[in-house]
């Protein structure tokens, strides 16, 4: 499958000047063009950069519609009871005298509350671990809280106000260790101001939020926030979860009356606000997402929060140039000032995020899900989704080990994928018969400028000679097209894969890692030169081969020096299956023939005249 490389195995073009030399260069391009594809992917395949609606409403709209929204609002009872905001009658002060945490369990996470600002200082998932493989994953960035505050914060317009309610103690309605279903709440009430913080919890990975802050008896408009970033971006840390690579890539990702979009970091402002139907918002990464869902999308309000923390450019040296990381966050409430939501913060993993669904237009959780979470693209989702879903059938059906179900799955492909070899090989077979009579059209019109419009007779004569001959030029090129899709769609799926995160195969620890051994680079390195070297290539300058023999080998990899070795373990399955059919086909009298006119051409030029060859039609 990953036979881009192969320059080899050529047509020709009308117009080339020489023996191959338009089959050459259009094997060459062919070639060149899947490594600048391949090398460019990770940088130029961004999540869209839409903006996703209209960024409006501030602290400024104006404070009686609010009020009259909040007033109208009729939704279901809160989980805790929360004043009324119709006077200002004075509250009691409800506070708290020391810090304390509340600890809630289920068999996927646990949750530590701190009732300073009713936030949660860990979120620590049980079935997932930072890049050692032994310590559980805190989806709380902790270098980044520090900075920019804790998940389940508030967000206000007033930034004294924000501070306030982030820093009070509030009065928890459990401490210690709770399991889940269960739900807590928080309340803290001075000078004024009334807050109420609940949440929900059941066996699933998304709890239920509620926040209510009334100050002097209106309501305020307050957001819940994820502020800062997810736990496995360990470059904070000063480490890399992926050796080699500095920066975890974070997005912004939302559905908006039933069409989700995302954006890269670099695009995403800081304090904006965006109102419209927002089924769910969240910040997510490769692997990992913190996802809203309002419980009334036409009255959410979303804020996206960018900030830098400026980090050296090797990790593995604290004293290297510094340049600012991306750190995202999100917050979303509710426009009327009650704000009640869902919350998922986990993996992306297909069967959890498919299951999660928002609000839909009536009011039942039948909305869009957080599916497109997993950025397999657009059009390659068409191709990767069934790609996974095949490796995932083979591994909970077959074989629980990812890498030997890549393996497998590989040699399927590569076996569904040899007719099209064959037709390549077939095609230049019957292009290396012919050539001497293109070359005859050639030498013909050899005196004609390349603007000269004579040149449209040579071409017409040349179309006649492979219609007359049954040769279709582009017969070696069209085959690697239709394996350029699926090869990127295979790296979009190893890559966006969490399963592979941390799956092993022998030596290898992390399959979403590059190999630490770098076995697999050297192995393709060795397969592809020795796969260019067995294959014929009469029409190809011999220095020409010697040098695309070392040099395609040479880039493809070390390209995938640096990338997951699941990759990495697909090409180098590809290879080696290429080798052994090349083999073969050297054996066959397809490959007996290619190498017999390799032979008699490579004597011509060597100023020999060998015995003449007689092709079959």
């Known amino acids: 499958m990953p036979e ?53 409403a501030t602290q400024q709209q ?14 279901p009872a809160s989980l805790a009871a929360a004043p009324a905001a119709s006077a200002a009658t004075a509250t009691p002060a409800i506070t708290a005298s020391a810090e304390t945490e509340t600890v809630v369990e289920n068999p ?45 914060s508030v967000f206000t317009y007033d930034e004294g106000l924000t501070g306030q309610l982030n820093q009070a103690l509030y009065q928890a309605s459990a401490t210690g260790n709770v399991t889940a279903p269960n739900s807590i709440s928080f309340r803290y009430a001075q000078n004024g101001l009334d807050v109420v913080k609940s949440f929900r919890f059941d066996a699933s990975y998304v709890i239920t939020a509620e926040l209510q802050v009334h100050r002097n008896g209106q309501p305020v408009r307050a957001l819940l926030s994820w502020p800062a970033g997810l ?8 480490k890399s979860s992926i050796p080699g690579l500095s920066r975890t890539p974070s997005y912004f990702g939302w559905s ?49 929060l960018h900030r830098t923390i400026d980090l050296p450019t090797d990790l593995t040296n604290p004293n290297s140039e510094k340049k600012p990381a991306d750190v995202l966050g999100i917050a979303v409430g509710d426009l009327g000032g009650f704000t009640r939501e869902r919350l998922y913060a986990g993996p992306k993993q297909m069967d959890l995020l498919t299951a999660i669904r928002s609000t839909g237009d009536d009011g039942k959780q039948d909305g869009p899900s957080l599916e497109p979470l997993i950025q397999f693209g657009s059009w390659l989702g068409l191709i990767a989704k069934p790609l996974f879903l095949a490796l995932r ?17 590989t040699v399927l492909f590569n076996m569904l994928m040899l007719p099209t070899r064959l037709m390549m090989m077939k095609s230049s077979l019957k292009m290396m018969r012919i050539q001497p009579k293109v070359d005859a059209i050639k030498r013909k019109y050899s005196n004609l400028k390349a603007t000269d419009p004579k040149r449209a007779e040579m071409n017409a004569e040349m179309m006649a000679l492979y219609k007359q001959e049954g040769v279709n030029m582009y ?19 190893l890559q966006n894969t969490v399963e592979l995160r941390q799956a092993h195969w022998f030596w290898l620890t992390d399959l979403s890692n590059p190999d630490p051994l770098h076995i697999l680079p050297i192995i393709i390195i060795v397969t592809m030169f020795l796969t260019q070297f067995i294959t014929p290539s009469p029409g190809m300058d011999p220095a020409q081969r010697r040098l695309m023999a070392i040099m395609m080998p040479v880039i493809f990899g070390f390209t995938l020096w640096h990338y997951a070795s699941g990759l990495a373990l697909y ?25 017999a006119i390799a032979a008699k051409r490579a004597a011509k030029r060597a100023g020999i005249s060998p015995k003449t060859i007689q092709g079959r039609r």
């Open 256 to 304: 908006v009356g039933g069409k989700d979009d995302s954006q890269a970091a670099a695009k995403v402002s800081n304090n904006n606000t965006l109102t419209g139907d927002y089924q769910w918002a969240a910040t997510a990464d490769l692997y990992f997402a913190a996802a809203f869902l309002p419980e009334v999308p036409q009255r959410a309000t979303v804020v996206t």
């Open 4 to 56: 881009f490389q192969n320059p080899n195995l050529q047509t020709q073009g009308p117009g080339g000047g020489g023996s191959g030399g338009g089959d050459l260069r259009s094997m060459i391009s062919v070639a060149f063009l899947a490594v600048a594809i391949f090398l460019g992917y990770e940088y130029f395949q961004r999540p869209k950069t839409n903006q996703p609606v209209t960024p409006a």
């Open 393 to 409: 059938l083979m591994f909970e059906h077959g074989i629980p080990n990812w890498g030997w179900d890549i393996i497998i799955l």
């Open 475 to 493: 017969g070696g090129c069209l085959p690697l097209l239709i394996q350029m899709p699926l090869f990127f769609a295979y790296f979009r799926v």
């Open 571 to 595: 090409w180098c399955t590809g290879n080696l299956i290429n080798l052994a059919i090349q083999v073969s086909i050297n054996q066959s009298h397809i490959g007996k023939e290619m190498h």
């Open 231 to 238: 736990g496995d971006m360990e470059e904070f840390q000063g």
């Open 108 to 152: 996927n996470y646990r949750i530590v509350f701190t009732n300073r600002g009713a936030q949660v200082k860990h979120w620590i998932l049980k079935h997932y671990y930072q890049s050692d493989g032994k310590t559980p994953l805190d989806m709380v960035q902790a270098q980044a809280a520090s900075h920019f505050g804790l998940p389940l």
């Open 62 to 75: 104006s404070s009686s519609s609010t009020s009259q929204e909040a007033g109208s609002q009729s939704g």
